[in-house]
């Protein structure tokens, strides 16, 4: 930028200057102005018939005020270079924000702009040096209706109240609006108005995704007749979130790739999110109030996911250390020379596995799987079942078997401090054991070694047939590491049973851990007593393939008869 001192009458505010309010109100600078002159040079750019003032228009009217009482010298102003409209919308955003406080509503605009512009909501609040959550709060003014938004702006409204209406359905705040603006009624305020919006109390029968004359409900109506409502709301959610359910299902079956169902009351924040099409593998978030009113907001994903795939698209594939050819030789030699050393040996080789196992070299290391959990009650939980008690137990003859203390046998990962036996000496005492013995010890250290992670775990369940019902018990912990409610929802249909998971779907992801919480502690009687997740399977399942699966088994196939020749 340059610094340059432009005539007054060459001056203009631009429109990308973010200030629309209180422009005016610069009483205190005309005095300042008056008696040292303009301290804090004006951010303008040139155009084609002067220079438009992106930051200090109320420098500007000031200037223009004392002009009007006389002469006033050359403005000095910092000039920009043209072209770059973001770039100028947040100069004057900065600008506005380090000086006297922007209306909120101005601030929601330059925001919403600089959105448009390709900015996101922490690029926004690093730049400005505010914090995120003060950037979401401007940017939900855009959810009002903007007769409220200019009432607001006025003062006819309070912010505590704006604050409620930003949760509310455009329905709910045009109904709000029509109250306000009738001076014959009473719009609701402070506490009456989240009563009003989220109560749940008064459901109108127009919120009914169901057909109201089959569902038999009980209905309460004005004198009128033009507003009607449920007289019992708990039997108008049982049939509301099966109606959901239907919804849900009918959804994915156009082909969305997710139906994320959000708990009863939340919001659906636009700005948090990005628009994606069905082929783009775009989803369906579901809103529901707690007056029963659904909104289908359709074709979105979140910013983190769209930032995510943006990521994986940009990365490069990794190229291989080793080309396919070069890799399956090394494999080959490695391969050959191991069972060449191995013929003729057997007894022999078995005893130096063990060696090799439980004292290491420089060619072999064997470490015990740590089984470590992140979490505490994870931990707990492991050390509370019957499978790792007997193998502790296992671990303990091992080590007398040995003669090593049970740290010695297999080391954890970076476990220093344990002093490993000596290869010579532990060959040597297992020349002395018998070879019941020796293949006891094989098999443990082979399990102890076993990585959770293995390519082969489901292979091995299956010719063990592990069972794992004879070993795990569905408890809360578990529960309370499952985060997607949808998954959630598809357990209570499995354990509680289908009826309640329909009867919950809306539910939150709390009540839906209760219900099956109470189906395991025996205060609730399970549809399926012996229910085992799918994700304690053998090979793992997937209850989101599960989904996909059983919707392409419901979709038409088309066959094509071939004469046979």
Known sequence: MTLQFIDLTHLTVSPLNVRKFGAKECDDLVSSIRALGVLQPLLVRPMDDGFEVIAGQRRLNACRIIAEEGEIDPIPCLVMTEGDDAAALEASLAENIERLPMDEVDQYKAFAQLMKQGRNADDIAATFGITPRMVAQRLALGRLHPPILTAYRKGDVRAGDIRNLTMATPKQQQDWWALMKDEETYAPTGQRLKD??????????????????????????????EDSYFADAEAFWTLQNTAIAEAVEALKAEGWSDVILMDRGNWFANWDHRSCTKEDGGKVFVTTTHQ???TFHKGYITNAEAKRREKAEAAPAEKPELTKAAQTYVDLHRHAALRADMLGQTGLALRL??????AGSSLWTVEREPQKAEKPEVAESLA??????AFDTERAAIAELLGIDTAQILPEHGAWHVIRPDMGKMLTHLMTLSDDDLL??????????LAITSPIIDDLAKELGTDMSKHWQPDETFFALIRDKQVLNAMVGEYAGQTAAAEHITATAKTQRAILTACTNGTRTPANPNWMPLYMAFPQGSYREQEETEKMKSEP?????????
């Not at 006891?440 to 070694?449: E, P, Q, V, Y």
Request: glycine share 8%; charged share 15%.
């Open 292 to 294: 029963g009113e659904v």
């Open 196 to 225: 009003w919006l989220f109560g749940g109390a008064h459901i109108p029968t127009a919120n009914a995704l169901f057909d109201l004359d089959e569902s038999g409900l009980a209905v309460v109506a004005d004198l009128f007749g």
């Open 557 to 565: 196939c088309e066959f094509t008869a071939v004469a046979a020749e």
């Open 440 to 449: 006891r010890i094989l098999t443990f250290l082979m399990a102890d070694s």
């Open 384 to 389: 509370a079942i019957p499978a790792q008690q």
């Open 353 to 358: 596995i063990a060696a090799h196992m439980i």
